[in-house]
């Protein structure tokens, strides 16, 4: 974290202005809501617009009381059913089995389209094509297939999860699997290597940083994946579920918390790439300079 | 006209392992076009052989396609595979009587496409044009300002550029039914949502084409004593506009997403999304695919034209060599 | 053994090449040195003709192991540390794995990089990487050594020390070289023998012996001998094509 020790302070000023403007900012969207409120008379324990701002049912914006409030009640107790906590939990699971399941696969395409120019020309344009995709589009309806089948519970979310994280790991591991210079190829041909020697000791450790970075454009898509997935279903557990929950009750304050923990829940499963990559490239482990023509 | 190597033998004879194949899966979906009961045995065996010899012929005509420069001839491979695979899905699920409610056949699908073209093309207007391209004009041209601003000031760069890395790292879906409270239902709310998804990778991006400039081109531009503005359109700038265009490309992707998500938590009784939620929910499947290929090809043109746009325009880049 | 006696044919031009020998193959860009390297050590394969090397088809020498490969670039393993780089041919063939760490050290210290096994390849400077290249392709200690043009990128101050070092080792060792460059000053240096070829169609222009007394040093550099050396094939470039030679 001592790298980012220069932006920690511009970091914090922007913050700052964000939250001073962030009030006058729910008064201007509030107001009108409440005085609204105030006329049709309903009952409310405020007099005034100005007052009543911070304290509408399903406000425009929320009050950062509100939010506190919001949190309060929907992080505790830490075990609860409906506490966000093991929700959330359930669908970072869901999402990181899914990743798993797509690496696999992705390593299955992308050996396959390196190996043979053939099966790369057969599947690579439908791969690529599916990259423009809105692949999302699938999900409900997959969750509904599966489920006929008798796949239930956590793990269709995890398949679709795979589903969508899987074409950019494909394509990040064909990229690392090609990635190797002709040298480097001509070397192993010079020591006479098998060709699963050239995978092993060239071909998949150059991958690994290209997987990660597939990873983690893959983490948040399989995310996104799950999540979908679990909002087009009957659901019983995951952010999905409060999120479908939520939005049929228009709690619009819950809505807020639940989006803000899924944020931070999408930031730390990133996170987690990141310190996995840190642990697994020691070689990439670079006090580099930033570049930059500055 | 032939190309040569299609004369050689194992290439004729992986043409005609792939007519074979098809030919015994064509006769198969003719055969049971309106049968009501499941394929038996012997049936199954055949189209398991016919499969397998398809696939067989299309390893070995896939073979004969490996080096071909040509890009339209070498995407026979592709297009036949995607061939073998609807005819294969077909000849399926009429063995085994698939309930079309589950899972529908290529050819249900296609006919339910061409039926209800009206209602999807409304769909499509509402979610590409009023959501997905308004959403994208606003949030790309400010992702591009935003860009330009943050690359001019340090402190900005500081302050705002992380965030922009945090941002890109959060799941929309959990974005769109607080848009959608607090917008209303109709389409501005998925416009903002698009805005938002395509924005940030936008400012990463165009950043990084901005900043990221060889030093000697800089001190070129010192040396003609340039000023900022001009060091900005000499060459910050077209140094950029390779990055932009990725950032274009990867938002079309993002738009699509975006609107369709957007819409599954409220729209206003239209929009691709909307339609896919709702269908999905009563087993309409054969409509949900025919939204779902609407989109699919909605989104591969728009793709194009991007990438089109970006040939035009920097065909001076490195990758175009 | 791999090399004892080998012979090799290039068109008409018969070469033989005795163990233990230092031969430069000199030319223009586009006269085939590289090429001609590349066909001894089968990483392309003649259109037309044969290639023998010691009684055995390039094929059956690199299958056997017989030779190693110093390449333009260093060509490292960026998520190998440098022993871990200088180990890589011993995996791949399979010797003992006892014997992995002792030898690899041994060739780092051969090409004095004894200090920085643990470090990784972008830590080193240019000319180290070259010499780590060099001490990988001795690790499984082939009788044969084929360099192409593997000083190509350093500076010419780097270039003249990593000359000195690699003379040092050759006598150390006893291998056979066959070295591609463009430098006539460093085919002079290094040399017993300065094959000079020629381009369109690529072709051995003649065979120059150098008989410039051992062990060499800098002061070398300075005797008429070595400029009479550099003169002649100066002199055999240019009759070859009628063009003048950068050097």
Redesign the interface.
């Known amino acids: 974290m001592l790298r980012?020790s220069?932006?920690l302070?511009?970091?914090l000023?922007?913050a700052l202005v964000v939250l001073v403007l962030y009030w006058p900012l729910m008064y201007l969207a509030n107001i009108p809501a409440a005085q609204r409120a105030l006329d049709t008379g309903a009952v409310l324990p405020c007099k005034t617009a100005l007052e009543c701002a911070t304290q509408l049912r399903?406000p425009?914006?929320p009050s950062p009381q509100q939010l506190w409030q919001g949190f309060g009640n929907l992080m505790f107790p830490l075990n609860s059913q409906s506490a966000i906590p093991l929700n959330a939990a359930v669908t970072a699971l869901e999402t990181l089995v899914g990743l798993l399941l797509a690496a696999m696969l992705g390593f299955f395409f992308a050996i396959g389209m390196v190996a043979s120019?053939?099966?790369e020309?057969?599947?690579?344009?439908?791969i690529v094509?599916s990259?423009?995709?809105?692949?999302?589009?699938?999900a409900?309806?997959l969750v509904?297939?599966l489920g006929?089948y008798g796949v239930q519970g956590w793990l269709p979310k995890a398949i679709i999860a795979a589903y969508i994280a899987f074409f950019p790991i494909t394509i990040g591991v064909a990229k690392g699997l090609k990635s190797p210079?002709p040298?480097?190829l001509?070397?192993?041909?010079?020591?006479?290597?098998s060709s699963w020697?050239t995978y092993l000791?060239?071909r998949f450790?150059?991958s690994?940083p290209y997987l990660f970075t597939a990873f983690?454009v893959a983490?948040?898509a399989a995310?996104?994946g799950a999540?979908?997935a679990e909002?087009?279903t009957i659901s019983f557990q995951g952010?999905?579920k409060m999120?479908a929950e939520?939005?049929r009750a228009?709690d619009?304050v819950a809505?807020?918390v639940?989006?803000l923990s899924?944020?931070a829940?999408?930031?730390l499963?990133?996170a987690l790439v990141n310190w996995v990559e840190h642990l697994a490239?020691p070689?990439?482990r670079?006090p580099q300079r930033e570049?930059?023509?500055? | 006209m032939l190309p040569p190597r299609l004369a050689r033998p194992s290439a004729l004879w992986g043409w005609a392992l792939l007519l074979v194949g098809f030919a015994l899966l064509l006769w198969f979906i003719a055969a049971w076009w309106h049968q009501l009961e499941p394929a038996s045995q012997g049936h199954k065996l055949l189209l398991v052989l016919g499969g397998l010899l398809a696939l067989l012929g299309l390893g070995r005509v896939a073979q004969q396609f490996a080096h071909t420069p040509n890009p339209l001839v070498g995407f026979t491979p592709a297009a036949l595979t995607l061939l073998l695979i609807l005819i294969l899905a077909e000849a399926w699920l009429r063995a085994y009587q698939v309930p079309p409610g589950l899972i529908p056949t290529p050819s249900r699908v296609l006919s339910t496409l061409l039926a209800v073209r009206d209602v999807l093309l409304r769909d499509a207007f509402q979610t590409v044009v009023l959501e997905a391209l308004i959403g994208y004009l606003i949030g790309c041209s400010l992702g591009v300002i935003t860009a330009l601003l943050v690359s001019r000031y340090v402190f900005l760069e500081r302050g705002l550029l992380p965030y922009a890395t945090i941002f890109s790292s959060i799941p929309i879906v959990a974005l769109a039914p607080v848009l959608v409270k607090m917008m209303g239902i109709d389409w501005p709310s998925k416009a903002a949502i698009v805005a938002i998804t395509v924005f940030f990778p936008m400012v990463v991006n165009t950043f990084r084409g901005l900043t990221e400039v060889s030093p000697l081109s800089l001190d070129l531009m010192r040396s003609y004593a340039a000023g900022e503005l001009q060091q900005y359109r000499w060459l910050r700038l077209p140094n950029a506009l390779p990055f932009i265009f990725n950032a274009l490309k990867l938002g079309t992707t993002l738009a699509m997403i975006g609107a369709i998500v957007g819409e599954f938590f409220g729209a206003n009784g239209q929009g691709l999304g909307f339609r896919i939620q709702i269908e999905a929910g009563r087993f309409g499947f054969d409509i949900v695919w025919s939204a779902i290929i609407v989109a699919s090809l909605v989104g591969i043109a728009w793709y194009n034209l991007v990438a089109w746009i970006e040939r035009r325009l920097t065909g001076w880049h490195v990758s175009y060599r | 053994m791999v090399f004892p006696n080998g012979t090799v044919a290039l068109k008409e031009a018969n070469l033989e090449i005795a163990q233990g020998e230092f031969i430069s193959l000199i030319g223009p860009s586009g006269c085939g040195k590289t090429t001609l390297l590349r066909l001894l050590a089968d990483l392309i394969q003649p259109s037309a003709g044969s290639i023998r090397i010691g009684g055995k088809t390039p094929e059956e020498a690199r299958k056997s192991r017989a030779y190693g490969y110093v390449f333009q670039a260093p060509t490292l393993m960026e998520w190998r540390t440098v022993l871990q780089n200088v180990m890589l041919p011993l995996e791949v063939m399979g010797v003992p794995k006892a014997e992995h760490k002792p030898r690899a050290e041994r060739m780092l210290a051969l090409v004095g990089l004894g200090k920085f096994a643990r470090h990784y390849p972008w830590q080193l400077s240019g000319g180290m990487q070259q010499r780590v290249s060099i001490a990988r392709a001795l690790a499984f200690d082939p009788q044969l050594l084929f360099m192409d043009e593997p000083f190509g990128a350093l500076d010419e101050i780097t270039r003249e020390n990593l000359n000195l070092e690699l003379l040092r080792l050759w006598r150390e060792t006893g291998k056979t070289i066959i070295f591609v460059t463009h430098s006539i000053p460093e085919a002079v240096f290094l040399s017993t023998r300065i094959v000079v070829m020629t381009p369109r169609p690529g072709k051995i222009e003649t065979v120059i012996p150098v008989d410039l007394p051992q062990p060499r040093n800098f002061e070398t550099r300075e005797t008429t001998r070595f400029f009479e050396i550099a003169t002649l094939v100066r002199e055999a470039l240019r009759k070859g094509h009628g063009f003048e030679v950068s050097e």
């Open positions: 980012l220069p932006n302070v511009p970091m000023v922007v399903s425009v914006l120019r053939a099966f020309r057969s599947l690579l344009p439908w094509a990259q423009t995709v809105p692949i999302i589009a699938i409900p309806m509904v297939v006929q210079d040298l480097s001509d070397l192993m041909k010079t020591y006479n290597a020697q000791k060239l450790p150059a690994v983690k983490m948040t995310l996104i999540i979908v909002i087009s952010i999905g999120l939520n939005s228009s619009v809505m807020w639940i989006m899924s944020a829940l999408g930031i499963l990133v490239t070689w990439r670079v570049g930059g023509g500055r």
